[in-house]
């Protein structure tokens, strides 16, 4: 009896070396992939918008002249194309590769808020779903080294009088009557007619959106692009989702002061992408501070390309509906995500890891490693899983979550410690490891329903730790 108690132990004591090892080796594997992210280099050609007729303070949206020079400057190739100090006005920006646009202190862009200057539309992706849309603001489709750099400000302009309204909601805006949820005179959101395009697999290329279907653009989106860096800018007042790069590699986010509060105004939403730095940036959204994202339903699968070795590090964030997201739109999966050393701390910030999906988006979420955050107080829960996500309560494509790791996570205020929302018939959740932690001023406790293997280390609520 007591060999096979001794034999027990020893399994159980290797199993934990074991588990420690993985999160060890976890946390090398991120090294690794830092050394595969790398900043674009350019030529040492600078172009000033000046010199393309570009004048500072004419409120003057039709003004191409910066889309001329950063083509000029591609052509000649490659370099960085200036916005100098002052206040220019302007419609959607196209990049090129090998160019860097790059903002001087003190100057500012302020981007046109009248949709038809965002047409002709183009290939994008809205909330998941493939279509032809607006323009985003600032759009790059299959390039490769390219940048938008400097302490100036890139202003939407976005509020309750413009693109906020379309959200069809009364605090940003709208009023009953407006056509913001009206197609064709009838009570039908784009939003829902894109989803049945979906559902009915239209090809993409006839999947073309109208102004009447209110789906606002992307501030900035890097489609299909390879070597991206974003850094120091501040980005303000946004139609919609802030930062969106799309089926994309090599990405840096270095140093970006986030500001927007208008409806889905997530601060950065890598979808599909492979390789991704987020540093050293500031959030304080409507929004989803970053929210990585993989496609939705069909189309998700039909793509099946995850989101995978994303890193966020030395990140502070305020205001949100969660600071580190993963979902909801996360059909294609999303594997190998590393958050560390980042400052959470606002009342109107919902959860600090957060992840979401249900049985119709599916996805597999996978390795996913959060160490070293401190969290002065957010709404609900330090750890939330929503598995019935816009409650989805069945569907044939159930998602997976497994290998989610919490260490060193402190903090001052909550609803809940770790809240697992999952299913009680299935079990999708597994391996959820919490180590070293400390929640105090929790309301409720923790609530985990349809997980497995969830195991607390060291972990203390309200002083007390759990057992």
């Known amino acids: 009896m007591k060999q096979v108690a001794l034999a027990l132990i020893t399994l159980l004591i290797a199993s934990c070396a074991k588990t420690l090892t993985s ?5 090398k594997q991120a090294e690794e992939v830092l050394k595969h992210i790398q900043e674009p280099v350019f030529p040492e050609l600078r172009i000033s918008v000046l010199e393309y007729g570009v004048v500072e303070g004419i409120e003057d949206y039709s003004n191409q002249g910066i889309n001329q020079a950063i083509l000029a400057c591609s052509e000649q190739g ?19 590769s090998n160019v860097c646009l790059h903002l001087e202190d003190s100057a500012i862009l302020r981007f046109s808020t009248h949709p038809s200057d965002y047409e002709p539309f183009v290939l994008s992706r809205w909330e998941g779903w493939d279509c032809i849309n607006f323009k985003p603001l600032i759009y790059g489709y299959k390039l490769e080294n390219v940048a938008i750099t400097g302490n100036g400000i ?42 049945q395009m979906e559902a009915d697999e239209w090809p993409i290329e006839e999947r073309i959106m109208t102004q009447e279907d209110r789906l606002r653009p992307p501030f900035i989106q890097f489609y299909s692009c390879k070597n991206v860096l974003i850094s120091d800018v501040t980005i303000e007042r946004a139609p919609f989702w802030l930062i969106h790069p799309l089926l994309s590699e090599n990405i840096i986010v270095r140093g970006v002061t986030m500001e927007s509060h208008g409806p889905n105004n997530d601060g950065c939403d890598p979808e599909s992408c492979k390789n991704v730095l987020i540093e050293d940036c500031f959030f304080n959204t409507g929004d989803d501070c970053i929210a990585i994202k993989s496609g939705r339903n069909n189309d998700g699968r039909r793509w099946n390309i995850p989101s995978e070795n994303i890193i966020v590090r030395n990140c502070t964030m305020k205001n949100g509906h969660g600071g580190v997201v993963i979902g909801s739109e996360i059909t294609g999966g999303c594997r190998n995500v590393w958050a560390e050393n980042c400052t959470m701390d606002s009342p109107e910030l919902d959860r600090v890891l957060r992840i979401k999906s249900n049985a119709i988006r599916g996805g597999i979420i996978e390795n996913v490693y959060m160490r070293n955050i401190e969290v002065g107080e957010c709404k609900e829960a330090i750890f939330r899983v929503e598995m019935k996500y816009e409650k989805v309560m069945e569907g044939p494509h159930m998602p997976e979550i497994r290998n989610v790791y919490l260490t060193n996570v402190r903090s ?24 070293d932690c400390a929640f105090n001023n929790v309301d409720k406790g923790n609530l985990i329903v349809g997980a497995e293997a969830v195991s607390f280390e060291q972990v203390y609520i309200n002083g007390s730790m759990i057992e």
């Open 154 to 195: 890139l202003d939407g302009q976005a509020s309750d009088e413009n693109w906020w309204p379309w959200k069809s909601r009364p605090e940003y805006g709208w009023k009953p009557g407006m056509i913001s949820q009206e197609w064709n005179g009838e009570n039908v959101a784009g939003r829902n007619r894109l989803a």
């Open 23 to 27: 999160e060890e080796q976890a946390w």
């Open 78 to 96: 490659g370099g960085t194309v200036v916005i100098p100090t002052g206040v220019f006005y302007t419609g959607p920006i196209t990049m090129q």
């Open 412 to 435: 001052n205020k909550s609803r809940y410690g770790v809240w697992i929302d999952g299913f009680e018939e299935v079990i999708s959740v597994w391996n959820v490891q919490v180590r």
